[in-house]
């Protein structure tokens, strides 16, 4: 298995016995959530352009906030790219009329399964397991808190970043360093890997009610923007 790193926030390219998937693809110079008034966030560095990608086999996405899945950078990838996610994110990305085909995660023709334990309103905080004949990953950009029994991986990618907001606009996005450090214990990882560790411009309510705390650990293998990592 091979994985890319695409920018400093949470896209990715992930190569599985030859097939190529493009995740999280976040590209535009800025998101927003629900109303740039809301919460507004601008990337510092340049961002890869659409058309200078390897056009993927699949897209997939794992949340359905728009650093994870941004309208303006999908909408330009080619519609006949099938796309990878769940029901709630497929019936998002349905009403841009753009992309042809959805796949649900037992559809898609790499393993990959969703094993966070999750409540129906946290939408924030989704683990999912991809495998090959021969390794695995868990993919945990927001951290996660509770997973499935019977599951390890040997590489975990997750955060090291907390990210909080108050209880009424969702509480704890990013679990942080030592919400990952536990979850690798559980998964008995090899490997954690950072992602959506991003600083970034912030503007809105949002930025000025939040707190995030930015950490590094020894124990976390940072894999620089466009440098891979096989395993």
Not at 59 to 84: A, G, Y
Not at 159 to 181: C, E, I, Q, R, W
Not at 196 to 205: I, T, V
Request: hydrophobic residues 40%; proline residues 5%.
């Amino acid at each position: 298995m091979k994985i890319t790193k695409l920018n400093a926030d949470s896209s990715w390219l992930w190569e599985i016995e030859g097939v190529k998937i493009l995740v999280d693809p976040w590209f535009s110079e800025s998101q927003v959530d629900f109303h740039p008034l809301f919460s507004k966030q601008f990337h510092l560095d340049p961002q890869p352009k659409t058309e200078d990608l390897e056009r993927p086999d699949f897209i997939f996405i794992s949340h359905p906030f728009s650093d994870h899945c941004d309208r303006s950078t999908l909408i330009q990838m080619d519609p006949t790219i099938p796309l990878v996610c769940l029901p709630g994110i497929a019936k998002k990305i349905r009403k841009w009329r753009h992309f042809q085909t959805f796949l649900t995660l037992e559809e898609a023709p790499f393993s990959i399964e969703k094993i966070s334990i999750t409540s129906f309103l946290d939408l924030v905080h989704h683990a999912y397991h991809v495998k090959d004949s021969v390794t695995s990953m868990v993919y945990a950009p927001h951290g996660t808190t509770k997973i499935r029994q019977g599951f390890s991986c040997d590489v975990l990618i997750a955060t090291m970043t907390s990210y909080h907001l108050p209880f009424y606009l969702g509480g704890t996005v990013n679990l942080g360093l030592d919400k990952a450090l536990e979850l690798a214990k559980k998964l008995s990882a090899k490997t954690i890997i950072s992602t959506h560790d991003e600083q970034k411009k912030q503007q809105g309510l949002v930025a000025r009610l939040s707190k995030r705390n930015y950490l590094s650990s020894n124990q976390f293998k940072t894999v620089a923007v466009a440098d891979s990592f096989e395993f």
